[in-house]
């Protein structure tokens, strides 16, 4: 079964930025509404960003106005583009589809220092 694998984590200082890449193989992809989650320790995996196919997106409270997601279909990928970073968004980093559909991969590693 599909299984993304994302990249681009990393440890940044509070107010710096990263992006996130997520590569997923075949047709699949293209048809669906793609998001990247997070969990950070202790907590339960949360929707951060969600694209459509079409590219509406829409985001959690906590990150509007510091992340942008988007995709290119063409080469199956799904971005998150954070900036202004805040300790509260260390977390490992995931993308599935929205309702998830993937096996879950092994995430990417996001820590913010203050």
């Known amino acids: 079964q599909e299984q993304p694998v994302e990249s681009g984590g990393g440890l940044v200082q509070a107010g710096g930025s990263l992006r996130l890449s997520c590569a997923a193989s075949?047709?699949?992809?293209?048809?669906?509404?793609m998001a990247w989650y997070r969990q950070a320790p202790g907590k339960q995996r949360e929707l951060v960003a969600v694209?459509?196919?079409?590219?509406?997106?829409n985001y959690v409270d906590s990150v509007k106005g510091r992340f942008t997601i988007s995709r290119d279909n063409a080469k199956n990928r799904v971005y998150l583009q954070m900036n202004s970073l805040k300790p509260e968004d260390t977390a490992v980093y995931y993308c599935?589809?929205?309702?998830?559909?993937?096996?879950w991969g092994q995430g990417t590693q996001v820590t913010v220092s203050s």
């Open positions: 694209i459509t196919r079409g590219g509406s997106t």
């Open positions: 075949g047709n699949i992809f293209s048809i669906k509404t």
């Open positions: 599935n589809s929205e309702p998830s559909s993937f096996n």
